[in-house]
């Protein structure tokens, strides 16, 4: 059971379509692991569903369903039909007790590419057809430390696999963190297994201390 969880209004715009995509891959990811938040959002969109019953009707064109449709066709013209027999893409073990939301940025092969970061610390960038956010995996090595570090825009965590704590608690699966500039922390693997975290970042990290200084202009978020 998760004990970390969305705040209510970042609920509230789930539940309401206007949280960016990113940012929407990381609430479902949580909602996978927990009833509550899930009861939650189902109870904003009841609330949403009855104000819409009592707002008032506005009358439409008449041909607006066949302007709508004719838009559809006119955008998926050209465009290959799904082959209903195509196999479903060979998820790696490791991941396939991953929400479906995850799995399904997978890439076709099965694979992810990671890239070394620290001894402690490797990160594999997702796709994910926007342009606001960086989304990866970030795998800590089993008692393994992050540098510390600050944040120049929003950052959401979700652990997935594993634990992690620091200075402020211990987060499991399920657990979902999000971090504003301002905040510092240095995240600690705990010593029984890997910890496997998704990440969507809005600005690159800020490394705190004289490291910092050295490699903070270098660091970048690539969206996408």
């Not at 970390?4 to 949580?30: F, K, N, Q």
């Not at 819409?52 to 008449?62: C, H, I, N």
């Not at 082959?83 to 997978?106: D, E, G, R, S, Y």
């Not at 600005?203 to 996408?224: E, Q, S, W």
Request: aromatic share 6%; glycine share 8%; charged share 25%.
């Amino acid at each position: 059971m998760a004990r970390y969880h969305p705040e209510d209004e970042l609920l509230l715009e789930y539940a309401a379509g206007r949280t960016d995509w990113a940012v929407s891959i990381c609430v479902a990811a949580h909602l996978h692991f927990c009833p509550s938040c899930r009861e939650q959002v189902a109870k904003f969109n009841r609330i949403g569903g009855h104000c819409l019953e009592q707002a008032d009707k506005v009358d439409v064109p008449e041909d607006a369903l066949n302007s709508v449709m004719a838009m559809i066709r006119t955008e998926s013209r050209g465009e290959k039909a799904p082959n209903p027999t195509k196999a479903a893409p060979a998820v790696k073990p490791a991941f396939q007790q991953l929400p479906p939301v995850i799995q399904k940025l997978i890439p076709d092969s099965g694979k992810v590419r990671w890239s070394f970061v620290t001894p402690a610390l490797k990160a594999a960038r997702l796709e994910t057809g926007q342009d606001k956010y960086e989304v990866c995996f970030h795998r800590i090595k089993k008692g393994g430390t992050v540098a510390e570090h600050d944040h120049n825009g929003r950052e959401l965590t979700l652990v997935l696999q594993g634990r992690f704590s620091d200075e402020n608690g211990t987060y499991s699966v399920g657990d979902f963190l999000m971090k504003q500039p301002g905040e510092t922390h240095r995240p600690t693997a705990t010593l029984d297994q890997d910890c496997l975290c998704l990440s969507v970042q809005e600005a690159p990290v800020k490394l705190t201390g004289l490291v910092g200084r050295v490699i903070n202009p270098f660091l970048r978020v690539r969206p996408g």
